[in-house]
């Protein structure tokens, strides 16, 4: 439709008919999409002609994406570790700044303005974090005449100051947390202005930013400690160790106001996003709407959202954050003078393309929506896939090679925000984040059970990950019903994160899916190159008498093979476990009574021992076939230390000396998880070949010849 009226626009003729119809079509997708998307990209529109990236990663791929569709070209900055990075292969161009350290790279303004000066960049967008709210590169590129995608000076040295914002907050009427207005001198003063606020405060940096520098404080000593702790943190990690002390909200929401603003003095707020999942003070899932505010705390809270940003002549993306507490009542916590990391779920609801937004700003073009024209279509739901160890503090973080990747693109409703790809590094020198995973629904049941299935569906091996977590988060029944706080994790999880623990029922699906697993790679293992093998011994078994062990405990299974399906016994129950069983693939979709699950399976080896993913977390399970006669598992003899004689060989073996040893190798591999009440368990690690012996990396079971 936004098509047809732009053609039909551009057919009377005119650049300010096309741009008022450019304008119309944008307003009516705002109203009328419940896709990812509905943003109108105007070919027409002259921007810039090319744009710096000053940043990596994720969100350097995610401005990229845009400038595409822009019609702009784009420059990519990158350290030497990230020279063959997915955002540098993306650019239309891109230079080395410097060696990994980012202080010597992505910090390295010097570098960067030369970089600018000889690709003859136009714009830079700084993303997040990294120079994106430095006010001396904002104020270095003005003097080049080169445009940053961003506000003013002003408005970063403003709100990036946390006492002058805060006083800036105040006279533009904004609901501020009570506290000292001031820079605490010391340690007894601070002792001081804490007992006129009244227990419990928070210490935090001035210029501080992303759970730094900040502590909370119960009593005199605590906020002696949190003096001296919080001064050393902010010098160390901002250059400025001035503090300020203000009433610690206990229990809050962290809820923020997306806003929007040109160089023409119109300012929208395109609705909340609810952050109250965190650990130190760091965003895990991210959702918009937020489940707690009516319209009417909505919109007082957007109202004060764009009072402040005109106050201090805000143009671009910004976001005002608050803290709100369990009685709707909100208090300013900080504005971010830059596009935010979990701006993708208000782009989903919203239809707009954020990015978009700032560069035609920064260029100087209006709004093209009126406040009566943002929506809330749907809801949408933000994970921050971390390489982190979520059994750790919630996440310490993971380094390695991804030696396999797969985004769950394929379910529905789904978009991923990446900046890495299969063989990418997780560095030492950067944030572990591996993408930003959003999910959209209808509603917020709908989002949430895409959500659920994109975990699942999400494929990452070589480092740890916490997926597990997040999984667990989204299907939490506090999270569920909408019950949440910042203090929602180390509630939930007082003892640290345990992974997803099993009820009966899915203990009893996880035994089932381990035994059909391993009754499937037995059945495949009578299969050569998609035919049937002849068999040594023919083997018309249909049924398997099992034990698997999982956890601490070792269960009796008992598997059937009936058409496509397996018909399994555990704990006097029988379940029907039915799936493709293609054993090649990192996902397997299996149906248990009617119950759809995707699965992983991570590894297995000729003992047995399965590592499986299952609802998120990964458990290792072993099966064996029990014997007829004593009704328990068979153990394998021990290795042979020396390799047999070409005379007592298995034929597999002597096979091999006659240049067969593809054959042989796939004859071992496979008949290493054949094992009945013919077979005599014995393992073999060598096979004699033309004279030489060669080794075989798995155990191999062998029967009688």
């Not at 569709?69 to 990519?76: E, L, Y």
Request: hydrophobic letters at 40%; glycine letters at 8%; charged letters at 25%.
């Amino acid at each position: 439709m936004a098509a047809v009226l732009l053609l039909r626009c551009g057919a009377r003729g005119g650049r300010r008919a096309l741009r008022e119809c450019e304008t119309l079509c944008s307003r009516q997708c705002l109203k009328t999409s419940h896709k990812l998307y509905s943003a109108v990209y105007d070919p027409n529109e002259k921007t810039f002609e090319k744009l710096l990236i000053a940043n990596r990663g994720e969100i350097a791929c995610r401005v990229i994406k845009t400038c595409k569709k822009m019609g702009i070209k784009t420059v990519a900055i990158h350290s030497d570790v990230d020279a063959n990075a997915v955002h540098v292969k993306m650019a239309d161009e891109a230079v080395c700044v410097g060696p990994a350290p980012t202080s010597k790279s992505y910090l390295n303004m010097d570098a960067i303005m030369e970089v600018i000066k000889k690709t003859r960049a136009q714009a830079v967008h700084p993303g997040y974090g990294f120079l994106s709210e430095n006010k001396e590169f904002a104020r270095r590129l003005a003097a080049e005449g080169v445009t940053f995608i961003g506000p003013d000076t002003h408005a970063i040295q403003a709100m990036g100051d946390k006492i002058e914002s805060k006083l800036l907050a105040k006279n533009a009427k904004v609901n501020t947390i009570p506290g000292f207005d001031g820079v605490v001198k010391d340690a007894d003063e601070a002792v001081r202005i804490a007992r006129e606020i009244g227990y419990p405060v928070m210490i935090k940096a001035s210029a501080g930013g992303g759970g730094k520098g900040m502590r909370i404080a119960w009593d005199d000593e605590e906020t002696r400690e949190g003096f001296r702790f919080s001064s050393q943190e902010a010098a160390s990690s901002f250059g400025d160790d001035r503090l300020l002390i203000e009433k610690f909200i206990d229990n809050p929401r962290h809820i923020e106001i997306q806003v929007l603003a040109d160089k023409h003095g119109n300012a929208l707020w395109l609705n909340e996003r609810e952050c109250s999942i965190q650990r130190r003070n760091q965003k895990v899932v991210e959702e918009a709407p937020s489940t707690f505010l009516d319209p009417e705390t909505r919109r007082a809270m957007g109202e004060q959202a764009v009072a402040l940003a005109k106050a201090v002549k805000y143009s671009s993306a910004g976001t005002v954050e608050f803290l709100v507490d369990s009685s709707k009542n909100f208090y300013f916590l900080e504005m971010n003078t830059r596009l935010q990391v979990e701006h993708p779920v208000t782009e989903c609801i919203t239809g707009l393309d954020l990015v978009q937004e700032m560069i035609r700003v920064a260029k100087g073009y209006p709004l093209r929506h009126k406040q009566a024209d943002i929506p809330i279509n749907g809801w949408a739901v933000e994970c921050r896939v971390y390489a982190e160890d979520p059994y750790k503090s919630f996440g310490l973080p993971s380094i390695g090679k991804l030696s396999q990747y797969q985004e769950p693109l394929h379910v529905p409703s789904v978009r991923v925000d990446s900046g890495i790809e299969q063989g990418s590094d997780i560095s030492i020198y950067y944030d572990p984040m591996i993408s930003k995973l959003i999910t959209y629904g209808s509603n917020r049941a709908e989002a949430l059970r895409r959500m659920e299935e994109a975990l699942d569906n999400y494929v990452i091996r070589g480092v740890t990950h916490n997926i597990s977590l997040l999984r667990e988060v989204i299907i939490h029944p506090r999270f569920v019903q909408g019950d949440i706080s910042t203090k929602f994790l180390p509630e939930v999880y007082p003892d640290g994160f345990k992974g997803h623990q099993l009820t009966d029922r899915e203990r009893r699906e996880l035994l089932a899916t381990a035994a059909s697993l391993y009754v499937a790679e037995q059945l495949r293992s009578q299969r050569f190159l998609g035919t049937p093998r002849i068999p040594i011994a023919k083997s018309k078994r249909s049924s398997w008498e099992l034990s698997v062990c999982l956890g601490d405990g070792i269960y009796p299974v008992a598997v059937s093979k009936d058409g496509s399906s397996f018909s399994v016994e555990v704990d006097g129950m029988k379940l029907n476990v039915t799936g493709e069983w293609n054993l090649a693939s990192p996902l397997l979709s299996i149906t248990i009574d009617g119950t759809q699950r995707t699965i992983q399976r991570l590894s297995r080896d000729a003992s047995g021992k399965t590592s499986i993913q299952f609802l998120g977390t990964v458990g290792e399970a072993r099966c064996r076939l029990r014997s007829a006669r004593h009704g328990v598992a068979q153990r394998p003899a021990a290795i042979c230390r020396s390799p047999p004689s070409s005379a007592r060989a298995p034929r597999c073996a002597r096979g091999a000396a006659f240049g067969e040893l593809p054959k042989a190798f796939e004859f071992l591999r496979a008949e290493s998880l054949e094992l009945d009440e013919r077979t005599q368990p014995a393992v073999l690690r060598r096979v004699l070949f033309g004279g030489c012996s060669w080794a075989l990396g798995a155990q191999c079971y062998f029967p009688f010849l």
